[in-house]
């Protein structure tokens, strides 16, 4: 049974440079979540997708993020002209959402930072 | 929008002792509380989660218990042992039909068990 699996698990990039992450989810799991997390803080959201339709976008997601599940399952989440204040782990969770609940799994992260 | 309050920031015990970690929540409307466990480097694993329509669960040396009237939550680690050194987060959201399920995270405790 594999996780939820991130690449690239680093990432180190000039500010103002693209960068963009993927995620697999676990397979069958219908809810794909990305989150952001700075040190010292907990997870926060910014994005989830049911299937391949975006739900819901949180005001931390400027204009310069984007995010993507094109077919339902893997998904991207692309940073265009990235900023210093960038700088954190963007995390993705998938789960299955059904009659027991909604039991959410968190990859390891990719940590991006932005020099 | 929901806030989650976790005490304390660090916890530092001896091997064998006992941890507690306290969280409170604002939204009376959030029935579902899980807890991660951070390790260096990695993702948050779940390790427990209650819903709101019991006040206590159990899982081997770890308890979470759920006070929905006071808003607030606990989770027990008894028989500490080194391996359990990490940080905590504690979460809330609202779990059910038409929900987005999204969790809002405390900051964290990262707990230290000294051998």
């Known amino acids: 049974d594999t996780g939820v699996s991130q690449d690239p698990r680093h990432k180190i990039t000039k500010r103002g440079q693209n960068v963009t992450f993927r995620c697999d989810p676990i397979?069958?799991?219908?809810?794909l979540y990305w989150y952001r997390q700075t040190l010292g803080q907990g997870p926060e959201f910014l994005t989830y997708f049911q299937n391949e339709a975006q739900l819901e976008k949180s005001r931390l997601l400027s204009d310069r993020f984007s995010a993507e599940r094109p077919k339902g399952s893997f998904s991207t989440l692309e940073i265009q002209r990235t900023e210093q204040g960038d700088s954190a782990m963007y995390l993705c969770?998938?789960?299955?959402?059904?009659?027991?609940?909604?039991?959410?799994?968190f990859g390891e992260g990719s940590w991006l930072t932005v020099v | 929008g929901e806030n989650v309050e976790q005490h304390p920031s660090t916890l530092s015990v001896q091997e064998g002792d006992s941890a507690v970690i306290k969280c409170t929540y604002s939204?009376?409307?959030?029935?579902?509380f899980p807890w991660y466990k951070q390790e260096l480097g990695k993702g948050s694993q779940l390790i427990i989660d209650?819903?709101?329509?019991?006040g206590e669960k159990k899982d081997q040396r770890i308890a979470v218990t759920l006070n929905k009237t006071a808003k607030h939550f606990s989770l027990h680690i008894t028989e500490t042992q080194p391996e359990d050194s990490a940080v905590y987060f504690c979460a809330a959201s609202i779990s059910g039909g038409g929900s987005n399920y999204k969790l809002t995270f405390g900051k964290g405790t990262l707990l230290t068990v000294n051998p």
């Open positions: 209650i819903r709101s329509n019991v």
């Open positions: 939204d009376s409307a959030s029935n579902y």
């Open positions: 397979s069958e799991h219908n809810r």
């Open positions: 969770a998938s789960s299955l959402v059904g009659p027991s609940g909604n039991t959410i799994y």
